[in-house]
């Protein structure tokens, strides 16, 4: 992910990346706030960071009329305007794009230790 340009496939990237994690609960555990490593690190809020990415473009797959509430209806409508290359700082997953970018390297490195 360090490498790939900031575009919506950065986007899909972190999806992966956090699936990849979601899907080995080995991994998934070792991100937990209970150690002590993690708690220092801010791990677990970082990580909270990148499933809104991942829980957004689950929606955007999912054809439902379900209530998303608020905060997740947002996610799904800024990486559609990602989607749609109609990108500008008032976007905030665009805004922190470079900010994502080095959460998912500390995820990376928190993650190799296990």
Known sequence: MSKTP???????????????????????SGLSSRKKSNQALKIPDKYKNLKKIYQGLEDANAKSNVDLGHERYMALLELNKIKDKNVSESNSFWK???????????????????
């Open 6 to 28: 900031a575009s919506f496939d950065f986007f899909k990237a972190i999806h992966d990346f956090v699936e990849y994690i979601e899907l080995n609960p080995s991994l998934s």
């Open 96 to 114: 922190k794009r470079e900010l994502l970018r080095k959460i998912t390297g500390e995820i990376y490195e928190a993650l190799s230790v296990i």
